[in-house]
């Protein structure tokens, strides 16, 4: 490969300072000249954008998602700060795209540049999501890491890992080539087609359609509070503002979470997780003091199936209400369509009084499962039949796959988090699996979390 020609100042564009502005913050320039006293701006102007330069159309904005995303942490998670990595070098990615025999997309070059990932730690970088004895938490792969998990197999060819979750081998890849059904730079969840004779038919559950999306959307939802923090980690569900129902002095909100790896599109089967807040105002009298005695349930799926459920209290629990206390449980459900809503009303009766009952509404949400995506060649699939939902007064509670747990969301995934607090409290420090390299994901592609929690 022949070296670079000398860069001429007619080369460069017209208002070099803005133009360098526009791309490199001011802090880089004050660090760049303390490390080389006495270069000139012109030649420092020259080492960047020969440096830099190719990923004009993306440094600012990964550039700012990423200080967002560390001001953000620096205040709610703070340990996770310490696994970030330092950016890599050009020869460096140069090598990985070496190694795997594949371009990198220049978006992800660029955000590799600024951090390389993070450590293997717990909780990872990119969310978590505990219910009962399920416990996920994914961590921003480095690119080292992330090149010895590239796959070459039937079903995942060319395709690089993202994140990766200790607990579940859950990773989510991003397609460095159009194969398979799957379309350039997109990310993903494989969900393996459990009713083909072929193993390696892979359906697909489609996360963002080149890496800038990805990132930038998820920073998004961190730092405007639309995942929560929950023990210093981020729990990716998702709250729609509309889902919020007064009834008198008691308030109620609900937010909810997909969960790739407990669903599958063959057979349909599809996991969701909600988490419902419950608060009675601050200004309520001592009188209203209340206890829950039961719930209701209309389920609505998008075939247009309805199923109503009742049942005692919630999560075995019948929280007692008084002014300024907040109640908070979580609780799954599976469907057999992509998305469903579900709505109803929690029963009550008055602490001084137990014969004035009324109901406190619940607010309709709606679940609704992310894109998804069949490969483009299938096979023949084994017949299946669908497993009956079992009755409604099963173990599993609402509508017999619906259950109601205590959410879990420490590291081993035994917290109880059914809880009664005004704001979030503080976890232990995560789990450091240090500075591994090469971890083969493949070998641990088909722990697939079990599809009943």
């Known amino acids: 490969m022949a070296a670079p020609s000398e860069l001429r100042m007619d080369q460069l564009p017209s208002d070099p300072l803005l133009h360098i502005l526009s791309f490199l913050g001011f802090r880089d320039l004050i660090h760049a000249d303390r490390l080389q006293s006495g270069v000139s701006w012109y030649c420092l102007f020259k080492q960047y954008y020969n440096d830099l330069g190719r990923y004009l159309q ?29 950016g890599a070098t050009e020869a460096e990615l140069n090598d990985i795209e070496a190694q795997i025999g594949f371009r990198l997309p220049d978006d992800y070059r660029c955000s590799y540049r600024i951090h390389n990932g993070q450590k293997l730690v717990i909780p ?34 060319r395709c690089l890992p993202l994140t990766f979750c200790f607990h579940t081998g859950l990773s989510q890849y991003m397609a460095l080539q159009p194969a398979e ?3 350039m730079y997109e990310s993903f969840y494989p969900c393996p087609d459990q009713t083909a004779r072929d193993p390696s038919v892979i359906d697909m559950f489609i996360t963002g359609s080149c890496f ?26 998702v709250h729609d503002k509309s889902c919020v129902a007064t009834t008198g002095d008691i308030t109620v909100s609900v937010s909810t979470s ?33 206890q829950l005695d039961s719930r209701y349930w209309k389920i609505t799926t998008s075939d247009g199936n309805v199923e109503e459920v009742q049942g005692p209290g919630v999560v075995g629990e019948f929280p007692v209400m008084t002014p300024g206390k907040v109640h908070e449980y979580a609780s799954c459900t599976t469907f057999s369509t992509p998305s469903e809503y579900m709505e109803g009303h929690y029963t009550f009766h008055r602490l001084a009084n137990k014969e004035e009952v009324f109901h406190v ?12 995506r069949e490969p483009a060649e299938r096979t023949l699939r084994e017949p299946y039949a669908e497993t009956p939902f079992p009755d409604a007064d099963c173990e599993y509670g609402e509508r017999g796959s619906d259950r109601e747990d205590a959410d879990n969301g420490d590291d081993d995934g035994d917290r109880d988090d059914a809880d009664e607090r005004d ?16 971890i083969n994901m493949a070998a641990l592609e088909g722990a697939w979390c079990p599809r009943h929690i």
């Open 124 to 157: 990872g970088l990119m969310g978590s999501m505990s219910l009962s004895n399920h416990y996920r938490s994914e961590v921003l792969l480095d690119v080292e890491t992330a090149a010895g998990g590239f796959q070459q197999r039937k079903g995942m060819r």
């Open 361 to 372: 509404d619940i607010p309709r949400f709606h679940m609704v499962c992310p894109p998804f």
């Open 258 to 290: 997909f969960l790739p790896e407990l669903s599958s599109v063959h057979p349909p089967h599809f996991f969701f997780t909600y988490r419902i807040r419950i608060e009675m105002s601050s200004s309520a009298s001592p009188e209203a003091a209340c």
């Open 58 to 86: 993306y440094y600012p904005v990964l550039r700012r998602a990423w200080e967002q995303l560390k001001s953000f942490l620096q205040q709610r998670c703070p340990r996770m700060i310490a696994s970030l990595k330092e």
């Open 212 to 237: 800038l999306e990805w990132f930038t959307s998820y920073v998004n939802n961190v730092v405007t509070g639309e995942y929560p923090i929950i023990r210093d980690q981020i729990f990716r569900y």
């Open 181 to 183: 059904g799957r379309r």
């Open 423 to 438: 704001d979030d409290d503080g976890g232990n420090d995560g789990d450091d699996f240090g500075n591994l390299r090469g």
